[in-house]
């Protein structure tokens, strides 16, 4: 969840831009038009945290994949400290006394505090601490010219943390409903284990260094499924499943379809294959009880070994290659047929 939350930052080029610049249009405007040092400075601190985002906010783009959390973090910080400035310069501005500094750093606060709080509900503790902590140099400044309107400025706050815990609530309902679609469409209903949706998914997530696929078709299940009907046959696909994860653990465990399953060993699992092979074999093929009695199954096993980096869809043709090679030579054999990216 709290993946899915950062994800729905303000971490990519465009929106990091376009807030900075808002931001340093206020900066700009106090260095403009009062030629002060503090002024100058503030505008120079905004230029320098908008390279600190930018930088590696290009390059997570660049890769094409979700931003890095340390990523993340560090634009959070910057941000965190841009908008920490941004309310002692907006308060400055407005102590100046230039009528067109007060209506622009007005405006401004006004903008940060609407905005800043809902649009961070990800995080509320942390919204609803920008908004103060930028708020009440303001309200300080506006305070002594009207404690009326310094007020305003608090119910104003208390209205923005209000929407921001309301925008987190509703933001959380919305990621777990996601994840829970996204759970039923890449899941197998009968076995628990990932179908092939979901199989393409893991394997798009997986690091791209060495690996290895067990394609696995079981012998004898269509007899099993016509003596006992369909009931039974999905108890034992079921209780096959089951074993292959206790097979595997920690390692991807897929049902194709039908009885075709599919185990992948990604980085220093990848070279117990042999290993993980003769125990799938043997779990898979000891008697499974049911209500009209034990049954056994066996199984054919094909075996690609390669990189991840080249594609998965290679390994799986291999793997499927590797199976039907087993199945014409003998039943309850394993057949292996490494990549040559694997050599």
Same mark, same amino acid.
């Not at 002024?39 to 906010?57: E, H, K, Q, T």
């Not at 008697?287 to 094909?302: F, T």
């Given at each position: 969840?709290?993946?899915?939350?950062?994800?729905?930052?303000?971490? *990519?080029?465009?929106?990091? @831009?376009?807030?900075?610049?808002?931001?340093?249009?206020?900066?700009?405007?106090?260095?403009?038009?009062?030629?002060?040092?503090?002024?100058?400075?503030?505008?120079?601190?905004?230029?320098?945290? #908008?390279? +600190? *985002?930018?930088?590696?906010? +290009?390059?997570?783009?660049?890769?094409?994949?979700r931003v890095p959390e340390a990523t993340a973090y560090v634009i959070i910080v910057s941000a965190c400290v841009m908008f920490t400035i941004f309310g002692i310069g907006c308060a400055a501005s407005f102590m100046t006394g230039i009528e067109e500094l007060r209506i622009a750093a007005?405006?401004? +606060? @006004?903008?940060?505090?609407?905005?800043?709080?809902?649009?961070?509900?990800?995080?509320?503790?942390?919204?609803?601490? %920008?908004?103060?902590?930028?708020?009440?140099?303001?309200?300080?400044?506006?305070?002594?010219?009207?404690?009326?309107? !310094?007020?305003?400025?608090?119910? %104003?706050?208390?209205?923005?943390?209000?929407?921001?815990? $309301?925008?987190?609530?509703? #933001?959380?309902?919305?990621?777990?409903? /996601?994840?829970?679609?996204r759970r039923l469409a890449e899941t197998d209903a009968l076995t628990g284990l990932l179908n092939r949706t979901g199989l393409d998914a893991a394997l798009a997530c997986m690091p791209q260094t060495a690996a290895a696929l067990l394609f696995l078709d079981l012998d004898g299940f269509?007899?099993?499924?016509?003596?006992?009907?369909?009931?039974?046959?999905?108890?034992?696909?079921? /209780?096959?499943?089951?074993?292959?994860?206790?097979?595997?653990?920690?390692?991807?465990?897929?049902?194709?379809? =039908?009885?075709?399953?599919?185990?992948? #060993?990604?980085? /220093? =699992?990848?070279?117990?294959?042999?290993?993980?092979?003769?125990?799938?074999?043997?779990?898979?093929?000891?008697? +499974?009880?049911?209500? /009209?009695?034990?049954?056994?199954?066996?199984?054919?096993?094909?075996?690609? !070994?390669?990189?991840?980096?080249? =594609?998965? $869809?290679?390994?799986?043709?291999?793997?499927?290659?590797?199976?039907?090679?087993?199945?014409?030579?003998?039943? *309850?054999?394993?057949?292996?047929?490494?990549?040559?990216?694997?050599?």
């Amino acid at each position: 969840m709290r993946r899915d939350l950062l994800d729905t930052m303000m971490l *990519r080029p465009v929106g990091i @831009l376009t807030a900075s610049l808002c931001v340093m249009l206020m900066s700009g405007a106090a260095a403009w038009t009062t030629r002060a040092g503090w002024a100058c400075a503030w505008f120079c601190a905004d230029a320098l945290i #908008l390279s +600190i *985002r930018m930088v590696p906010a +290009i390059r997570a783009s660049r890769s094409g994949a979700r931003v890095p959390e340390a990523t993340a973090y560090v634009i959070i910080v910057s941000a965190c400290v841009m908008f920490t400035i941004f309310g002692i310069g907006c308060a400055a501005s407005f102590m100046t006394g230039i009528e067109e500094l007060r209506i622009a750093a007005t405006l401004a +606060i @006004l903008g940060l505090v609407g905005g800043l709080g809902p649009r961070w509900a990800a995080f509320p503790r942390l919204g609803i601490g %920008l908004v103060v902590v930028a708020s009440v140099p303001m309200m300080v400044a506006i305070g002594t010219l009207s404690l009326t309107v !310094a007020g305003l400025f608090v119910v %104003l706050v208390v209205h923005a943390a209000s929407l921001t815990m $309301q925008n987190n609530r509703a #933001l959380r309902a919305t990621l777990a409903a /996601e994840r829970a679609a996204r759970r039923l469409a890449e899941t197998d209903a009968l076995t628990g284990l990932l179908n092939r949706t979901g199989l393409d998914a893991a394997l798009a997530c997986m690091p791209q260094t060495a690996a290895a696929l067990l394609f696995l078709d079981l012998d004898g299940f269509k007899a099993i499924n016509d003596r006992y009907g369909h009931a039974a046959g999905d108890r034992v696909l079921a /209780e096959v499943g089951a074993r292959l994860c206790a097979v595997a653990p920690g390692h991807a465990v897929a049902r194709l379809g =039908g009885d075709e399953f599919v185990i992948v #060993l990604s980085g /220093e =699992g990848a070279a117990a294959t042999a290993a993980v092979r003769a125990a799938a074999r043997d779990r898979v093929t000891r008697p +499974i009880a049911l209500p /009209e009695g034990d049954v056994r199954v066996g199984v054919s096993i094909g075996a690609a !070994a390669g990189l991840l980096a080249d =594609g998965a $869809q290679p390994l799986l043709a291999d793997a499927d290659a590797a199976l039907y090679a087993a199945k014409r030579r003998t039943k *309850r054999r394993a057949a292996v047929r490494p990549r040559a990216a694997a050599a």
